[in-house]
């Protein structure tokens, strides 16, 4: 059955994709609405959870070191030594994110059957939503770094054609160039590292990969540079595709795609994709300090960015954007102290909450008639209790208040960066800023939209047309209930369960009795209590100082904007420095200065001086020396029988004298 799991979705992708994406548009057949393709999606992705809540299972009932599942489909390439299966293997690791695939992708599939109600081709939304669940499926369990790559460049692919997905609009088809070509760059080391990693160990699957490290004499003959160059490469593909400094630009811009999209690439695929490969070769990383003090740092700093820059955004999606890179970076942080099982932890507790958040603010677009800015919204408590009640219990996960589940998996990895052997106490400086920047943002974002005086004119809401044309609008809002409303249920029961894996999510790592790090202990290794540089009490104490910092965080928000006046009155006090803040530190200004730019114009110089100059007129010479040759040939095609037999007989005297030439 371990094939179903990614078959499911590929076989839902290809019902929407055949009949309603080519059958229908061609035949021009009446369109059936969002239902149908999204059940049909809905249930594949289902049918892939209930599998792999049965593997799951069943692993849990074999003993540790057996704790492997593997199948083999067929022979995939084969080139002298390199003799690749395309196989599939489930273990530890891998089992616990195809639950949060297929589990939280199910919810983001149910939510989109209301959110895509009156979407113009809500068929070919759900196929590609699909494929992108199949890609990223691929990538987890395949069984070598090949297959991880090939899921990994399709969850590459699937978030272009969602991010550009009303691609007419050319803002929403730029983001969707731009996910693919930072996504590209990093590849480009990710394939790099492969082939370095081949070179010195001879293999790209998993399996011998972990026998050979486990192998002290092999270990000790491996060049510590080239290890350390292998592992810097792959995570430049991290840094792509999971949105790290300098790579991270592409994810706050593929918020133009519809909220579902954003709540599976954010949530539970595409960003986690770097977390995994980390995590899965931990064994490798962790012979490389160096590389591992630049994930961290680099993971540190993107964290803190990142929240700097979500306190001055505006747009709902755009705050939640930036603190999924800040998330990110957490993860990476965690990783590059070797703490690859909190690291997991934090992609699975970020799942539940984050996917929370952003299918809620999908629902707050929803009932406020496409309206994003939460400094135009305001009072929605009462008009929208569901949502609000959901959000709040994700507001407070993400900010870390126990016993929530953001509380745990934020708590264990800023003490593996204050105690873990491996980090040091800037990046613990660096996490606990965060987290409280993290509070700060999250709570101005959460009180703006749901507290103080309503910001909108709910009498003209609803009464016309989004403005979008047929083949962009989103929800329809021509056919929605005039004024702000509260979501269908296909989209609130999301919400529900959501929130409630938000609220229980932590309990899977709780401190010293951590059910997930013993379930992970056959991949990744858990660490020995003594070599940590502090004890308990140490511990609980930051543990308690890093809640009383979240706390204070989000009572200086509410206090700040309770009294809008005086925010717009620090705002104009700060106004460079909010200016800046605002326009993301003007990073984009500085890689369209360094980079676009330059490629542009060399792109330019080189086509006009290149190919126009020397390639065009190479391929047009060889069509007039084709005209001419034609036109000399033309001239004895006369008509005349007379003609055509003297030419035979000139022919057959040259044929004969060359004969007769060659015979003498």
Known sequence: MLKWIPLLPLLGFLINGIWYGFFQTRTGAKRAGATIPGVIATAVIFGAFLISLQTFLTLKGLPAEGRVIDENLFSWIKVGDLDLKMALRVDSLSTLFTLVITGVGTLIHLYSIGYMAHDATPGKFFAYLNLFCFAMLML?????????????????????LLIGYWYEDIAKASAGKKAFIANRVGDFGFILGMF????????LEFAKLVELLGKGDFVATLNPLAITATCL???VGCTGKSAQIPLYVWLPDAMAGPTPVSALIHAATMVTSGIYMVARLNGLFSLSPTAMMVIAVIGGLTAFFAATIAIAQSDIKKVLAYSTVSQLGYMFLACGVGAYTAGVFHVITHAFFKALMFLGAGSVIHGMHEEQDILKMGGLRTKMPVTFVTFLVGWIAICGIPPFSGFFSKDEILWNAFANPHGNKFLWVLGALTAALTAFYMTRMFYLTFFGKPRFDESKMGAHSNGHDDHHDDHGHSHAPKGVHESPATMTIPLVILAILSIVGGF??????????????PVIPAHEAESFTAGHSTEYGLMIFSTLVAVAAIAFAWKTYTNLKGADARKANHQKLHKTLEEKWYVDELYESAFIKPIYEISMSLWKSFDVAVIDRIVLGFGRISQWSGQ??????????????????VGLVLTLGYLVRGFI
Do not use: K, N
């Open 508 to 521: 899977l790592g709780i401190p010293h009795s951590s059910w997930l790090e013993t379930w992970l202990e």
């Open 140 to 160: 987890v369990m395949g069984s070598s770094l090949p297959i991880l790559f090939l899921g990994w460049e399709g969850v590459g692919l699937c978030s272009y």
């Open 196 to 203: 370095m990693l081949y070179t010195h160990f001879g293999t």
């Open 632 to 649: 000399a040939a033309r001239t004895v095609q006369t008509g005349s029988l007379q003609v055509y037999a003297v030419m035979i007989l």
């Open 233 to 235: 490469l792959l995570f």
